[in-house]
């Protein structure tokens, strides 16, 4: 008996969990999110932590708290066991070319303003900060301390407290990524990248750079851009505390290794995440919009991760 509740326990604190990029409307009194909420209630065993994003922060007065669906969609999601939501706040004010210049006075202001989904019912437990620094410049490793010290201390705010779960997104790689581990964040999202060469559609569908110059997902093989990229950076002992995330699963990877975007390729890649001991994960077809395209379908995606996870 005590064997069996020390296993579970230990593929409990194995597993890598759901991180999913929640950018799209929840139109319908929430119901454009109904699949991803059959997904998440038909794997229970998944964790997953969705990132909440209105308009690249809480929202106004059009889309936000006080836009009727965004409250039912929300609040629909978070009734699900499995389910923690989070509010999208950035600290870049040019797209991310330059990180923590969003003055002080204003990411606080957006980081009260998700507290307030909580005062009106929808339980936020945290906060994602994306456009998230990897390096040391502008004062970087003190903003990001602050800010956490501040999501996670101030009496005003009701994330949780000290058990506010913080995510950076720095979506890539930098030299300094070991500072911001150190900052104790819950996740780093230190690889975000598309599978994809041939992009669909344009940017809007895939979220893959028109430009190229990203690293194709696992274009050496399964596992190779978490080997060859991503821990020489992070540290592999910060795998649990790392996230990747991985759009545009669709067509080929490229050379050397061009595989093929199928479900036996899905099933390998997310074989290899969580042989590594990745914290959390998502993959989709498309980008942060749309869920339901195959064969990284949300539903699809949910019941490799917890197979891979229950192996
Ligand atoms: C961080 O907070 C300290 C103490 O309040 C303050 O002196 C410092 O200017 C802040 N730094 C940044 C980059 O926000
Ligand atoms: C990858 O495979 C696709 C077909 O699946 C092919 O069209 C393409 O030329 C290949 N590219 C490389 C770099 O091997």
């Known amino acids: 008996m005590k064997l069996v509740l020390l296993c579970s ?69 978070a009734a699900l066991p499995n389910v923690r939501l989070i509010g999208y706040v950035h600290t870049s004010t040019d797209w991310g070319a330059t990180r923590c210049n969003v003055p002080w006075s204003s990411i606080t202001a957006d980081i009260r303003k998700w507290s307030t989904w909580v005062d009106r019912g929808v339980p936020i437990g945290g906060i994602f900060i994306d456009e998230a620094p990897a390096d040391t410049s502008n004062d970087c490793v003190n903003y990001m301390r602050n800010l956490t010290t501040f999501i996670r201390t101030d009496p005003a705010l009701r994330f949780g407290g000290s058990n506010a779960f913080v995510v950076y997104n720095p979506g890539g790689t930098g030299p300094s990524l070991p500072a911001y581990y150190d900052l104790q964040p819950n996740l780093i999202v230190a690889l975000e990248t598309c599978f994809t060469v041939p992009e669909r559609a344009g940017e809007d569908y895939d979220q893959c750079p028109r430009a190229g110059g990203y690293e194709p997902y696992d274009h050496a093989g399964p596992g190779r851009s978490i080997d060859d990229v991503l821990f020489p950076a992070a540290g592999a002992a910060n795998a649990p505390r790392t996230a990747v995330l991985v759009h545009g699963f669709h067509d080929f990877n490229g050379a050397p290794a061009n595989l093929s975007a199928t479900p036996a390729v899905l099933d390998q890649l997310v074989a290899a995440v969580v042989q590594r001991r990745i914290g959390a994960t998502f993959f989709n077809t498309a980008g942060y919009h749309t869920f339901e395209d195959g064969p990284a379908s949300i539903g699809n995606f949910m019941g490799v991760l917890a197979a891979k996870n229950a192996a």
């Open 9 to 77: 326990l230990a593929a409990t604190a194995m597993a890598t969990d759901l991180l999913l990029p929640l950018y799209q409307y929840p139109a319908s009194t929430g119901g454009a999110w109904d699949p991803i909420k059959a997904a998440l209630a038909a794997n229970p065993s998944v964790t997953a932590t969705i990132i909440i994003n209105p308009n690249n922060g809480p929202g106004d007065a059009n889309q936000g708290i006080d836009d009727p669906q965004y409250v039912a969609g929300t609040k629909a999601l």
